[in-house]
């Protein structure tokens, strides 16, 4: 076996002549061999000798390459020894990584159950705060309601209302926005609401209630200067009149009783002046009226009296009711003197009509007392405490 890398060539080339021995001419011996033959002899020596040479050469590369694959094969083995151990270090990892995976998978399991424990305590929390803070606003609403209520103003409501907004503006919760919508609502309306003022409602009232001795019935007509028995009130000064013309006709007649054509007239003046005094007298005891009740005209005095103590009374509890934040009733009780003055009442009189007057504005601005009640509001609320209770 030869080995390519060696520097001997395969056949060994022949000495050189230089050291080959000069060859010597003389003839060969009987029992000598003949030259070719020591030739033959030198080359087989030789070849014999390459041969050796490339057979231990050929041992020597046999004994590496065994060197080689015996190293090779302790190298493989253990490699082979140290893939085992890591092989079985890595099945120890594998084995340790599934327990740990398992450990993990039950403690991923314990913290989701506790984080949905926890989400669901969170929603508890958020739903109780946000029940708190719909039942607080609720209640701050209603006692705000019964302030504006009893003061007559909506100022109580206003800034319930507007304390209400800024407490759901930190909520930030989405689920009450319906309670802001309305709130918004409800404000915008206390905001426009005009509010009368009771104590110059009570002192108009007040006022009636004295104008009421002075108001003429139909059964007891007005004897003032206005109306029809005006005449009789310048009675007086006609008679005076007719008084005078007498007396200056009488002197007349006796300073010149020859004038008889002055006398006359005179009397003539004088029957002239009687005959109308007597017909304003008579004419003043005939009254002319249209009467859509004829009950009026019936009413006893005492019957009057009483009249017009009701009618005090009612002005009474309407100033009450006002002054108590009960606008309906007052409203009640005025609309009933209202139609028992044209009933009972002179219609043509200005105390009558100024009465009338006072009750009609005492009517409309007793409408004017209801301070708005945040109704949208308290629904709204009620909707969004009934959604949580549901839950």
Do not use: C
Request: aromatic share 4%; hydrophobic share 45%; proline share 7%.
């Amino acid at each position: 076996m030869s080995d390519p890398s060696s520097p001997l060539p395969a056949n060994p080339a022949p000495p050189p002549e230089a050291d080959l021995p000069a060859p010597t001419h003389h003839l060969p011996h009987d029992g000598e061999p003949s030259g070719w033959v020591r030739y033959a002899i030198v080359i087989l020596s030789v070849a014999v000798a390459a041969a050796g040479w490339q057979a231990w050469q050929a041992g020597k590369r046999v004994q590496s390459l065994e060197k080689e694959l015996v190293r090779r094969q302790q190298d493989s083995q253990g490699q082979a020894t140290e893939a085992r151990v890591l092989a079985k270090q890595a099945e120890e990892l594998s084995r340790e990584a599934a327990a740990r995976a398992t450990l993990l998978e039950t403690r991923l399991t314990e913290i989701a159950l506790q984080r949905s424990q926890v989400e669901d305590l969170i929603k508890n929390l958020s739903l109780s705060r946000d029940e708190n803070l719909v039942f607080d606003i609720e209640s701050s609403l209603r006692v705000a309601a019964q302030q504006a209520a009893l003061t007559g103003s909506a100022e109580p409501l206003i800034v319930a209302m507007q304390s209400a907004d800024e407490r759901l503006t930190r909520a930030k919760q989405p689920r009450l926005d319906n309670i802001r919508r309305a709130l918004a609502k409800d404000l915008d309306r206390a905001r426009a609401t005009r509010v009368a003022d009771i104590n110059t409602l009570a002192i108009r009232l007040d006022e009636a209630a004295r104008l009421v001795d002075e108001v003429p019935l139909l059964s007891q007509p007005d004897t003032g200067p206005t109306g029809p028995t005006a005449p009789r009130a310048s009675t007086p000064a006609k008679d005076r009149s007719a008084a005078a013309n007498k007396a200056a006709a009488v002197a007349s007649a006796a300073s010149a009783p020859e004038a008889e054509t002055g006398w006359r007239s005179a009397l003539l003046g004088w029957g002239k002046d009687a005959a109308q005094t007597v017909w304003t007298e008579t004419r003043g005891l005939i009254r002319l009226t249209r009467i859509a009740q004829p009950e009026a005209m019936l009413l006893a005095p005492d019957q009057a009296f009483f009249l017009r103590e009701n009618i005090k009374l009612r002005l009474l509890n309407a100033r009450l009711a006002l002054m108590s934040r009960q606008p309906a009733q007052a409203a009640a009780d005025l609309r009933q003197i209202e139609r028992l003055l044209p009933r009972y009442f002179d219609a043509q009189s200005r105390k009558t009509q100024l009465l009338q007057s006072m009750v009609t504005d005492a009517i409309a601005q007793s409408q004017l007392t209801q301070v708005p009640r945040p109704d949208d509001t308290l629904a709204a609320l009620a909707t969004v405490a009934a959604a949580a209770g549901t839950r």
